[in-house]
């Protein structure tokens, strides 16, 4: 007698992009372009066939962008609560609390209220099915000092890996500043590279003591690096905090990050010489051979002491490196781009970034500046295709696209082509991207719209990649409750995935796979509803596809399969995506 068990799995499994592991914004460069994303067409996601799939209830805001990897969605939350869960059903494979959250009354910030655990976007290495982040609590119980912790767990069962978790403390390498972890916060993406996952931090509502920090705790559990962006003693300020934009590494030993207001440069100061205190500035750190960051490139604006003072923050956007096979030129190949509360986009050459006032009139020597696009609280996102753009949320004011191109001397530069016709809120999110590669058409933009900093009535919206008549297309837009400042959604398995600030994680895709079967003799006729075509069936001798697997269908447009290839005494599973 046969045995037939149908495991009905509508998932797309996507490479990594650039990237060591599942990350914050797509790849280590931070573009936010998922480019193995084809079942997310722009029609498809018009269509009826695409809905909210599940919202599932966690413990505490989210923050931290939900990854999805080896069929798993990843979530951390500000209790401190991580979370395992189906990413077709959003049912709870695990969940635990790896420590009790931090209270920020304690020093008196109401920012990111009531607690404050896990913040910053966690990394999981795919090789070993391990998941990294940084976890605020206390030193002792749930009172006193509070502690920073680096955590690693696996994947499948939420055990802690040997060796962690890691408290983050001591001097800077780099400087007599000793970390304080009461008034520091953990906010961009963490960055896994040759096998050290990195952390950037900044304050709480700018209370004192704070400056901007990098911590770097090797994979085996050994805190190896820890660089302040402030290295004069007693000094404030410099946050890395990026609006959860993740630290960038466009290389090996290279990375890349922004800072805030707060000991800026204000003089003229080479590229390659960067002082001590790094505030208002973009600056290239390189891995030394002992482990620790050294800055080696910045970039600060020549009016950075005005800055400092208005708390216009260059870091409130977080850096992206473009992708040198669409973007850049003979004379600049690797470019960067930055844009903060300014609202001024600086196109920089990763190599050598600007310095301070290194042009004529003590100005910025830099590819290009694009100014009055109105402050910017996110990171942006490219799509190289159809010619290259960039997408990002401008505060109080509408969503910009802007095209690629070059000017007069024949130099990288970007363009205003569009703008959305209402204005997004304070805490809208950074953009993503979602494609089929790079071909025409197959693009879309995704963010979480807010209303306003309240998050109160935010949306998941999707628009085309390329606009029409000076607009941005709007394809798609469905409500998420209340949202998390700058939270951008997860992308994975064809599928879109929201955090919220009122404790939910949602899940949007097709409309679930309902597979039929009927067996008449030694043969099974298949047939299928749902999801979204071409389909993949496949064939195995055991659940997790590894015993005599067989592919049936490979990527048609057909919802049926006649299989006769069937021997009595054994159990088949199929799986159609």
């Keep these: 007698m046969t045995r037939i068990i149908i495991a009905a799995i509508a998932l797309t499994i996507p490479a990594a992009a650039h990237a060591a592991g599942v990350t914050n914004a797509a790849d280590d460069r931070r573009t936010g372009w998922y480019p193995d994303e084809a079942s997310l067409s722009p029609s498809f996601v018009a269509g009826a066939g695409f809905v909210q799939q599940f919202s599932t209830p966690v413990e505490g805001q989210v923050y931290a962008q939900p990854l999805v990897i080896n069929r798993s969605l990843f979530v951390a939350t500000e209790e401190n609560w991580i979370y395992r869960l189906d990413p077709e059903s959003g049912a709870i494979l695990w969940s635990r609390q790896v420590a009790p959250p931090w209270n920020p009354a304690d020093i008196g910030c109401g920012d990111l209220t009531p607690w404050i655990g896990i913040t910053g976007t966690p990394v999981v290495d795919e090789s070993t099915n391990t998941a990294y982040f940084f976890s605020k609590t206390y030193a002792s119980g749930t009172s006193g000092p509070a502690a920073w912790f680096a955590h690693a767990v696996d994947l499948i069962t939420g055990d802690e890996r040997p060796n962690f978790p890691v408290e983050i403390s001591g001097t800077a390498q780099n400087s007599p500043q000793m970390f304080d972890a009461d008034d520091e916060l953990q906010r961009p993406g963490l960055l896994l590279m040759n096998g050290i996952v990195y952390a950037g931090f900044g304050g709480h509502c700018d209370i004192a003591p704070w400056q901007g920090w990098i911590a770097g705790v090797s994979t085996s559990g050994v805190l190896k690096a820890l660089w302040t962006s402030r290295g004069t003693l007693g000094g404030n300020g410099a946050a890395i905090w990026q609006s959860g934009g993740g630290l960038v590494s466009d290389g090996a030993g290279r990375i890349i990050v922004a800072t805030g207001n707060g000991g800026s440069a204000g003089a003229q100061i080479p590229s390659n010489a960067p002082?001590?205190?790094?505030?208002?500035?973009?600056?290239?750190?390189?891995?030394?051979?002992?482990?620790?960051?050294?800055?080696?490139?910045?970039?600060?604006?020549?009016?950075?002491?005005?800055?400092?003072?208005?708390?216009?923050?260059?870091?409130?956007?977080?850096?992206?490196?473009?992708?040198?096979?669409?973007?850049?030129?003979?004379?600049?190949?690797?470019?960067?781009?930055?844009?903060?509360?300014?609202?001024?986009?600086?196109?920089?050459?990763?190599?050598?970034?600007?310095?301070?006032?290194?042009?004529t009139h003590k100005k910025d020597d830099v590819i290009n500046e694009i100014s009055g696009l109105t402050g910017v609280w996110a990171r942006p996102s490219c799509w190289p295709g159809d010619g290259g753009y960039v997408y990002f949320p401008t505060n109080a004011a509408p969503l910009r696209v802007m095209k690629y191109g070059l000017d007069s001397r024949s130099n990288p530069t970007f363009t205003l082509v569009a703008s959305s016709t209402d204005n997004f809120g304070f805490g809208s999110s950074s953009t993503v991207v979602t494609s089929n590669g790079t071909t025409s058409g197959s693009a879309l933009v995704w963010t979480v719209f807010m209303p306003d900093g309240s998050g109160v009535n935010a949306a998941l919206r999707a628009y085309d990649a390329v606009?029409?008549?000076?607009?941005?297309?709007?394809?798609?837009?469905?409500?998420?409750?209340?949202?998390?400042?700058?939270?951008?959604?997860?992308?994975?398995?064809?599928?879109?995935?929201?955090?919220?600030?009122?404790?939910?994680?949602?899940?949007?895709?097709?409309?679930?796979?309902?597979?039929?079967?009927?067996?008449?003799?030694?043969?099974?006729?298949?047939?299928?509803?749902?999801?979204?075509a071409p389909f993949t069936l496949r064939r195995a001798e055991d659940p997790d596809f590894k015993v005599n697997p067989v592919t049936l269908v490979d990527h048609q447009a057909v919802t049926s399969f006649d299989d006769p290839a069937l021997s009595d005494g054994k159990t088949y599973y199929y799986d159609v995506r």
């Design 275 to 359: 002082p001590a205190d790094l505030g208002e500035a973009v600056a290239r750190l390189n891995v030394q051979a002992d482990g620790t960051l050294a800055a080696a490139d910045f970039f600060s604006p020549w009016n950075g002491p005005a800055m400092d003072v208005a708390d216009a923050d260059l870091g409130s956007g977080g850096p992206i490196a473009l992708p040198d096979a669409y973007f850049g030129t003979t004379g600049h190949p690797h470019l960067a781009l930055e844009i903060g509360k300014q609202g001024i986009l600086y196109v920089l050459d990763r190599d050598v970034l600007g310095g301070c006032q290194q042009a």
């Design 467 to 532: 606009p029409s008549a000076g607009a941005p297309v709007l394809r798609y837009s469905a409500p998420v409750g209340t949202a998390s400042k700058f939270n951008p959604p997860g992308i994975g398995f064809g599928r879109v995935y929201v955090g919220a600030r009122d404790g939910h994680v949602l899940g949007f895709g097709p409309v679930p796979i309902q597979i039929h079967a009927d067996k008449a003799g030694g043969s099974l006729h298949l047939s299928w509803t749902g999801g979204n």
